[in-house]
Each structure stands twice: as structure tokens, then as C-alpha cells.
């Protein structure tokens, strides 16, 4: 029995040292080939008052937190599918998760008794509808797919055409 | 035939659930034709040239089909269909929860008196079960209810004054079958409020919640906890783990800091939840900084002050005999403090959080100590406290964390209880969301015997368990 107690302490400390060397090691994600490029340009309602979101803030409204402040005016976020191209694009370079992750952050966050996730819509003529006709709507989709129901804004200054514009992937 | 029925009217009530769900918006009454992105954006730059797109319904047709393409969510059907936003088009109940089933080892002599105290040994068990209850009432009103189906009080034992150990024994003769022997189970309010947000800083909780303090008591089910068992520190409730009242809460976001607090108003600890024998109101709240700039980090301070008053009642008649009273005898009778001090910091594939918690108690009206060897002597005040801290790793080419956890505990409200030191070290893994397997050997030092003589002996004890949300 005391050699399973010492066994025990040493994992402890192999752990310790084993993780760090472990994290030091190149990602899979990293090794991605080069692919196409995509854009996507985020989108509110043309009456909105809203004319730019830094990527911060768009990660807390794609992350339902609430920044409403002393006006209660919430952004609405409306989001593509689980898994289509153009969502785990956006969670990657918006929210900075991989699908496990995003579906991990919902399920942890729901349990803790906090709101879920963003409608997701598998339509996006109706996407543009909601966002349309939403207080508040927040929605994107490629720049080519973006209909005059909607208003496109700029992300950290920029519009997607730009050059730095920064919610681009490779698809 | 009369099951065929059934299952043909739940399934047309399925459908027209999602038919409901899926209930589309009237057409647009204005053209949709594509424009340049940027087009209607009042600003001092010229919109830059796009290629025209397609019209709307190119632009759809290409979107569906790119949405059409997408595979199947493997995992995120917990998610996907939530509507935490547009909550006055999606008022519907949704029922989610999760559950575990653990089993655990004790790796110790067959000597060592923990084999027979040390709860549920060498057994499999299944020790969550809790169902959500959550709807969006609509104009910013949200309820959640979150009950625990328990096989408890069946099997659950308690030293009478004689030393025995009675345990508790629920089978009953089940009258809808041939009165054969079942065992009935009981049912636990975790929570359960209504919530009106007035805005982003004012929020507010009646009803029962999770006292907002620290990382694991608010992280709270098995699927998301990284470890099998609480720290001692958060299992012993150094705060209480829920309380019957009021809390405000909101947060705003100065970027890069949100900056929250949570606020409580409650009945505070008592022996009955719906009942504050003593009329004093206990008071807690927590205050909260999160920054996104490095990893999320996150650093908190928590408060709860409180009294707790237990008591004794009987009949009596007063008044010349024409009047029937209550009489009351307090048991028990002191005034609590707790403080609390967390961090999280998530950064890339690491966590690291930790905790450090303490309570004190002044008593007014001390109650029996509760120690199992004699002399029983009475309740003295007390200050205790304990700290953990976790460090763990997501690996980047598997679902998997290990992870090491050592905790502190002192407990002088026990005596049975000595100080004690554990170092955990095991492996969170998570093949998909809602499922996470879990393996943890945790080592128990205790650096006195205490009243009952556990310190003694050694613990070290293996434990595996399997939880999922659903």
C-alpha cells in the first residue's frame, strides 16, 4: 500500500513535467493545408444604429453575454447550423473553438443554469429575415449571399473587402 | 393496439412540436435584391466594389445548398435547437439535465477502518440524476427548475444514541403489480427562480439558486466539474450550496474587463428551507473581474453572512385553558461569516483554478457536538477553511485532460474530522460533448487522529465514473 501512495505522489509529479512537454507540441489543427479563402461579412438590421463591432464584442454577443449595460439593449445573435462550412469558420476565428468545443461550452453553460446558445437557422433566407426584422439581430454570411433586407457593418474598422479585414478562414 | 395509438399520437404531437418550432415568417413585402455589402452604411468612406451577387433567391438556393451539404451535428443536438435569444417567438420548455454513475475502490488494508466508513465502497452507483426545467417566458422573463431524482433516503444510515447505525429502509409491497417489494426513491429541488432581466447590469432571482460563489459550486453538474468528487472545502458548504431568496446580478463589459457582482438576499442556512425561524435575513454577494485579453482569467470575491437557528416546539395551553400555543426551545443558535477568494484561467488548452474559502460560526445557543466517540461535549465556535487547486491540460490530438488537484482542509466544527491534505491526480476525457469518462486517484494525508480516530489510517482511494449530459 505504500508503494501505491508513492506511486500516487509520483504521478503527480510526472504529470507535472509530462504536460508541459506535451503542449509544446505541435497542434494538428497547425498543419491544415492552404485552402480557399472565405469572408464573411456580419450583418444587422438596416435601421440599426450599429455601425462597427470589434471582434471582442463580437465574440461576447456569439457567446450570449450580455454587454447591454445601463440601456438594456441587447444585440440578438442568429447563427448558421452546427457544422456547416461557414459556422465552424466563424467559431474558429470569432470564438476561437473547434466544434467539440463550441458544443462543450454550451453543454457546460447550460448546465450551470445560464441561457443557451444562439438561435441557429438552417435557412438563410430566413436568417436574413430575422435579422431584419429583429431588434438588435445580428447575423453573417458570405458577402455574395448578403441580400438589401440587411445592412453589412464594419469588424474592427474594417469591411469585408478591406484589406485586414479579419473574419476570413480557410475553408 | 392501445400502445401503437399512443405511439402514433406522440409522434403526431412530435411533429406538430417541430411544426411549431419551425413555423416560418411571412415573406418579405419588399424586393430582395443583392447589393454590395456596406451599401446603406452611413459612412464617411466610399462602400467598396463587390462583385454583384445573385439575387435573393440564387443567394438562398446557394446557401441552402451550401447549409444542405453541411453533415449531420454528431453532438450538438444539445445545443443547436436552443433559442436563448429571440425568446418571444421560442417559447417553449426545454428539459435537458445530466447524469453519472461512478464506481470506486479503496485502495487500503482490509484492516483500515475506512472499508467501513467511507461512503458507497467497491459499489457501482449511480449518484446524478437531475432533470432542467427551462422556458423563456417572453419580454425578458426566464424560470429554471433543476430537480435530482435520488435513491435516497433508501439506504441511508445514522447513528442512534446508542452507537447503532440506523439505516434508513424504504421498500414498500407495490400495490400495482403482485405487491412485489419496491423501493421508493426521493426527488431534490436544486433550484428553481424566476428571472427578470431590466438590463444588462440588473437582473433578478426570486425563488431558490445556487449561492453564487467560487468556480465548482456554479459549475455544479458532474458533466462539467473536471474532477469525480468535490473539494472538501466545497462539499462541507463553507457557504451554503443554495438559498431560498433574492439575487440581483449584472455585469458590464469595459473592454477588456467585465467587470459582475451578484448580490443575495435569503432565509439563509436553516433546517428548513422555507422557513426563517430567527426572521434574519442573511446577506452574501459576490464580485467578479473576466478578461478575454490573455486566455479567459477570471478572479472573484465572495461574502456570505448569515444566522442560522434551530429549535424545538410543542403544544401548550394558555390563557386559563382556552388557548392552544406554541412553545419554542432553541437547539441550536449562532451567527456565520464566509469568505471566499477564486481564479480560472483558461489559457489555450490549459486551466488552472483554484479556491480558498473560510467560515466562522459564534454561537448564541450551542448544540450538542456531534462526535461519535465520547465524552459529547458542547458545540464550540469555530473558524474553518480550505483551499484547492487544480491544474489540467486538454491534449490537442485527443479529447483528454489530465489533471492534478491538491486540496487543504481544516474542519474544527467536526472533530471527527482531522485536517487533512489530498493530492488527486487524474484524467478528464471527453470523446464527445455531452459524454465525459473520468479516472482519479486521490491520496488523503491528515496531519492529527481526530475524535474518532480516522486519521489514523490511511486513504487512498481509485475512482472512475462516466457522466453525460442529455
Same mark, same amino acid.
Given at each position: ?11 503527480? +509529479?510526472?504529470?507535472?513535467? =509530462? ?23 456580419? #450583418? ?13 464584442? +463580437? ?30 469558420? #466563424? ?13 462543450? #461550452? ?24 430575422? =435579422? ?19 445592412? =453589412? ?15 476570413? #478562414?480557410?475553408? | 393496439? &392501445?400502445f401503437? @395509438?399512443v ?19 411571412? *415573406? ?16 464617411? *468612406?466610399? $462602400?467598396? $466594389? ?8 440564387? $443567394? ?9 451539404? $453541411?453533415?449531420? %451535428? ?21 428539459l435537458y439535465g445530466f447524469a453519472d454513475f461512478t464506481y470506486q475502490r479503496l ?7 475506512w472499508n467501513r466508513t467511507y461512503p458507497s465502497v467497491n459499489s457501482f452507483a449511480v449518484g446524478n440524476f437531475n432533470l432542467y426545467l427551462? @422556458? ?5 422573463? &426566464?424560470?429554471?427548475a433543476e430537480v435530482r431524482f435520488m435513491y435516497l433516503p433508501n439506504g441511508a444510515s445514522k447513528p442512534d444514541a446508542s452507537g447503532n447505525a440506523i439505516r434508513t429502509d424504504t421498500t414498500v409491497l407495490d400495490y400495482a403489480g403482485f405487491e412485489e417489494p419496491i423501493r421508493w426513491g426521493g426527488i431534490r429541488i436544486e433550484r428553481i ?15 431558490q ?11 455544479h453538474g458532474s458533466p462539467?466539474?473536471?474532477?469525480i468528487k468535490k473539494?472538501?472545502?466545497?462539499s462541507?458548504q463553507?457557504?451554503?450550496e443554495q ?28 433546517p428548513v428551507e422555507y ?95 456531534t462526535?461519535i &466517540? ?5 458545540? *464550540?465556535?469555530? &473558524? ?33 474530522? %482531522? ?13 464527445? *460533448?455531452?459524454?465525459?469518462?473520468k ?22 482511494i481509485?475512482a472512475t465514473q462516466v457522466a453525460w449530459a442529455f
Open positions: 500500500m505504500q508503494r501505491i501512495a508513492k506511486l500516487g505522489r509520483r504521478s503527480v +509529479l510526472t504529470l507535472g513535467v =509530462v504536460l508541459p512537454v506535451i503542449s509544446a507540441l505541435p497542434s494538428v489543427e497547425r498543419s491544415a493545408r492552404a485552402a480557399e479563402r472565405v469572408t464573411l461579412a456580419v #450583418f444587422v438590421a438596416k435601421d440599426s444604429s450599429l455601425q462597427n463591432l470589434k471582434m471582442t464584442e +463580437l465574440r461576447r454577443i456569439f457567446t450570449n453575454a450580455d454587454d447591454s449595460g445601463f440601456s438594456g439593449q441587447r444585440s440578438v445573435p442568429f447563427n448558421h447550423t452546427a457544422r456547416s462550412s461557414d459556422r465552424v469558420g #466563424f467559431d474558429q476565428t470569432v470564438l476561437r473553438m473547434s466544434p467539440e468545443e463550441v458544443s462543450r #461550452f454550451w453543454i457546460d453553460r447550460k448546465i450551470r443554469g445560464l441561457p443557451g446558445p444562439p438561435r441557429a437557422l438552417d435557412s438563410l433566407s430566413q436568417l436574413l429575415r430575422l =435579422v431584419s426584422r429583429t431588434s438588435g439581430g445580428v447575423g453573417y454570411a458570405r458577402p455574395h449571399q448578403v441580400t438589401n433586407e440587411v445592412r =453589412v457593418i464594419r469588424i474592427d474598422g474594417k469591411l469585408p473587402t478591406e484589406a485586414g479585414y479579419p473574419l476570413q #478562414f480557410n475553408e | 393496439m &392501445r401503437s @395509438s405511439a402514433l399520437s406522440a409522434w403526431l404531437l412530435s411533429r406538430a412540436g417541430l411544426a411549431l418550432a419551425a413555423d416560418p415568417l411571412p *415573406a418579405p413585402t419588399t424586393p430582395t435584391t443583392a447589393v454590395e455589402p456596406g451599401m446603406d452604411m452611413p459612412t464617411p *468612406a466610399p $462602400a467598396p $466594389a463587390i462583385a454583384p451577387g445573385p439575387t435573393a433567391t440564387t $443567394a438562398d438556393a446557394d446557401a441552402e445548398g451550401k447549409f444542405a451539404a $453541411a453533415p449531420e %451535428p454528431a453532438s450538438d443536438s444539445f445545443t443547436s435547437e436552443e433559442s436563448g435569444s429571440d425568446s418571444d417567438t421560442q417559447r417553449k420548455l426545454d485502495l487500503v488494508d482490509k484492516e483500515n477502518i427551462s @422556458s423563456n417566458l417572453g419580454d425578458s422573463w &426566464r424560470a429554471l427562480y424566476i428571472e427578470h432581466e431590466f438590463n444588462g447590469l440588473l437582473k433578478l432571482q426570486v425563488g439558486f445556487l449561492t453564487p460563489y467560487g468556480i465548482w459550486n456554479v459549475d462539467t466539474i473536471i474532477g473539494p472538501f472545502v466545497v462541507n463553507l457557504f451554503p438559498q431560498v431568496g433574492l439575487q440581483l446580478y449584472g455585469s458590464y463589459f469595459l473592454d477588456p474587463l467585465e467587470v459582475g457582482y451578484h448580490l443575495t438576499l435569503s432565509n439563509g442556512r436553516g422557513q426563517d425561524f430567527d426572521d434574519d435575513k442573511a446577506f452574501g454577494g459576490r464580485l467578479y473581474v473576466k478578461t478575454d485579453a490573455v486566455g479567459s482569467l477570471t478572479v472573484g470575491a465572495s461574502i456570505y453572512r448569515g444566522g442560522y437557528l434551530d429549535r424545538s416546539a410543542k403544544y401548550v395551553v394558555t390563557n386559563n385553558g382556552t388557548t392552544v400555543d406554541q412553545e419554542y426551545t432553541p437547539l441550536s443558535k449562532y451567527q456565520e461569516l464566509s469568505l471566499g477568494a477564486d481564479v480560472k484561467w483558461e489559457y489555450k488548452s490549459w486551466l488552472v483554478q483554484g479556491e480558498a474559502i473560510m467560515n466562522e460560526a459564534n454561537f448564541e445557543v450551542r448544540p450538542r457536538s462526535v &466517540r465520547p465524552p459529547q461535549g458542547f458545540q *464550540a465556535d469555530y &473558524r474553518r477553511w480550505g483551499a484547492y487547486g487544480l491544474i489540467g491540460y486538454r491534449l490537442p490530438f485527443l479529447p483528454l485532460m489530465p489533471y492534478v488537484i491538491v486540496q487543504h482542509a481544516i474542519s474544527p466544527d467536526s472533530p471527527n474530522t %482531522p485536517p487533512a491534505t489530498a493530492y488527486e491526480v487524474g484524467i478528464n476525457y471527453r470523446p464527445i *460533448a455531452p459524454v465525459v469518462v479516472l482519479e486517484y486521490t491520496d488523503w494525508h491528515f496531519s492529527a487522529p481526530g475524535s474518532a480516530g480516522f486519521g489514523n489510517y490511511p486513504l487512498r481509485l
